[in-house]
Nanobody
Framework: QVQLVESGGGLVQAGGSLRLSCAVSGRTFSMYAVGWFRQAPGKEREFAAAISRNGGDTYCADSVKGRFTMSRDNAKNTVYLQMNSLKSEDTAIYYC????????????????????WGQGTQVTVTS
């Protein structure tokens, strides 16, 4: 049984920081690439960041580039999203997702590429 559990969300003032975590169980985590997606109120879910299975390659959406950093600890089966300089437009439910990756260096930015999803964690940024 695959399980992805996000944590670390909450309420923060604009300009502040949060670190989200996604703990994965039920799979050999080091074989999976990971993505973070987010869904703001009344909007479609969108890509935020992705990381390769070996952690060596990351990619962030333009909207978060330079402010968000994604990392992973394969020994802990956990991936992180460090979010700095938060803005009100970052308010959303944040989801992590995983997919089996044949390449150690590949990352994926489309929702259809991912097989397993977490339940999400709410991030609210107040101005």
């Amino acid at each position: 049984q695959v399980q992805l559990v996000e944590s670390g969300g909450g309420l923060v003032q604009a300009g502040g920081s949060l670190r989200l975590s996604c703990a994965v169980s039920g799979r050999t985590f080091s074989m999976y690439a990971v993505g973070w997606f987010r869904q703001a109120p009344g909007k479609e879910r969108e890509f935020a960041a992705a990381i390769s299975r070996n952690g060596g390659d990351t990619y962030c959406a333009d909207s978060v580039k330079g402010r968000f950093t994604m990392s992973r600890d394969n020994a802990k089966n956990t991936v992180y999203l460090q979010m700095n300089s938060l803005k009100s437009e970052d308010t959303a439910i944040y989801y992590c997702a995983i997919r089996l990756s044949p390449s150690g260096s590949g990352w994926y930015r489309f929702q259809r590429d991912y097989n397993y999803w977490g339940q999400g964690t709410q991030v609210t940024v107040t101005s």
